[in-house]
């Protein structure tokens, strides 16, 4: 099967929204998704990303085991500290950086740019 564009997408979920139902309840939901038809539609400006967070959910997963068995932080910046750290594992790790590396980088002052190199596979993958 052919890709649809945008347009058709755009056109069929406008039509879909202008149906009516004998059913209230049914009704509703048709108009719940005209209410949000922007929000619903917006993985369309982005068809490099994937429509499920399997990958977040499984990035988190590891950090919520760690967490459990350590017995977690005792302080509020300590836990700041800690989640601040995953995110950064996370991020070296999805655009193929090494973490110790960057550690050893943001140690001398001088640390790669995280941003700049999403910004640059996300792009690739569009």
């Known amino acids: 099967m052919g890709q649809i564009n945008k347009e058709v997408v755009h056109q069929l979920y406008d039509d879909l929204v202008q149906m009516k139902s004998m ?3 049914i009704n509703a939901v048709i ?3 005209a209410t949000y038809r922007d929000e619903l539609l917006k993985a369309l400006e982005h068809p490099g990303l994937p429509l499920h967070n ?3 959910e499984r990035d988190i997963r590891g950090v919520a085991k760690l967490r459990n068995i ?3 932080t005792k302080s509020d910046s300590g836990r700041c500290f800690r989640d601040g750290l995953m995110s950064i594992k996370q991020t070296c790790m999805r655009v193929g950086y090494n973490f110790g590396g960057y550690l050893q980088q943001w140690y ?3 640390p790669p740019d995280l941003a700049a190199m999403v910004k640059h ?3 690739a993958s569009s």
């Open 23 to 25: 059913s209230p309840e």
């Open 31 to 33: 108009n719940n998704f």
């Open 54 to 56: 399997n990958d977040s």
């Open 70 to 72: 350590s017995g977690s």
């Open 108 to 110: 001398h002052g001088d």
């Open 121 to 123: 596979r996300y792009q």
